[in-house]
């Protein structure tokens, strides 16, 4: 059985939000800022806040230092991405920056924002794409229960755990998906 190297910490962006991102908990519990948060809670159904976010247990909303997101601002001027990134993706990098700092690498960003992935990329920040556009990773996952540690393909019924009754939760698997890029010469 393939193990990979488990996330130190995730963040979250918005787009990953309201992807579902949050319908079954993730582990470890998924990091946003206040500006995602605001974000989420101007976009989101109803029913994506109630599930998500009204259930706080699975994310941690907290903020980077400011010195974090002037470093991001000047990385992202470098690179071209200034303009392209708004105060909401400046700060998810900046957390990121700022967890790995605190809780060692791998750090991981999901979002489907290709600036994102560009910047996080040159950060030096692992990126999981939502979608099958994402260039480096694409999202796979393991299931499996809070309790007993029993494995699943998908999630079954309820989220619980046929098992024990213990909450799935779900992690990134670290298949480093590269595909696009290691064709090999005809
Ligand atoms: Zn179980």
Known sequence: MPSGERP?????????????????????????TTLVLNEVRAKASRSTVDVGLGTLHRVSVMDPPPAAVEEVRKKAAELGEALRLSEADMS?????????????????????????????????????????????????WRYFCRGCRREYRNVPRGGICEICGSEIRRRPTSKKAHARTQQPPE
């Open 8 to 32: 130190r910490a995730i963040v979250l962006d918005t787009s990953a939000v309201l992807a579902g991102m949050l319908d079954v908990p993730l582990e470890p519990t998924p990091c946003m």
């Open 92 to 140: 998810i990098l900046a957390l990121g920056a700022e967890l790995r700092r605190t809780r060692g690498s791998p750090v991981e960003i999901f979002s489907d924002d290709y600036s994102l992935e560009n910047t996080a990329s040159h950060m030096g920040l692992s990126f999981r794409s939502l979608s099958s556009r994402g260039i480096t990773h694409v999202m796979e």
